[in-house]
């Protein structure tokens, strides 16, 4: 598995952040308004990858007081770190979507709320991409001196 570029995420999240922008020009005022519990679950999740990545990091490079890891969990992590980056792109893209539409109707009350649960949740999801590159950078195995994998860690 090769690590997660920044630019796919970035062409992703403004893909979908357009269309859901498109969309909304038709539909917005046909759905409801935007939950806000978004935000603590997305900040959760990029805490849970974040506190991940310190843990897991400690135990590759065989910090003091820290078991062995496991091949196989490392490798999880890396995966779920990597889905976890790509998700936290399109919903942030759909949020963004949601953003650039009601800062236009500002002056309303609903579309003033939308614009800061939307914003509020736009921002959790850029926090989940973080600590996902975070968690998926802690997965890597540490170098030697020549700049090569250290054998001992695999």
Not at 4 to 31: C, D, E, H, N
Not at 66 to 71: F, H, I, L, S
Request: one cysteine or more.
């Amino acid at each position: 598995m090769k690590p997660t570029k920044p630019l796919p995420l970035v062409g992703i999240f403004v893909v979908v952040g357009l269309l859901t922008w498109a969309l909304l020009q038709r539909s917005y005022s046909m759905l409801p308004t935007v939950p806000w519990t978004a935000i603590p679950t997305v900040l959760l999740l990029a805490a849970g990858e974040l506190i991940s990545g310190v843990g897991t990091r400690n135990r590759i490079r065989r910090r003091p007081g820290t078991k062995p890891v496991e091949p196989l969990a490392v490798a999880r992590l890396a995966a779920l770190a990597k889905a976890s980056a790509y998700a936290g792109a399109v919903f942030g893209g759909v949020f963004a979507g949601f953003v650039l539409h009601v800062t236009q109707m500002l002056e309303q009350a609903i579309p003033l709320r939308d614009f800061y649960v939307t914003g509020g949740s736009l921002l959790a999801c850029v926090a989940l991409v973080c600590a996902a590159l975070f968690l998926e950078y802690c997965c890597r195995i540490p170098k030697d001196e020549q700049g090569q994998p250290d054998e001992q860690q695999r």
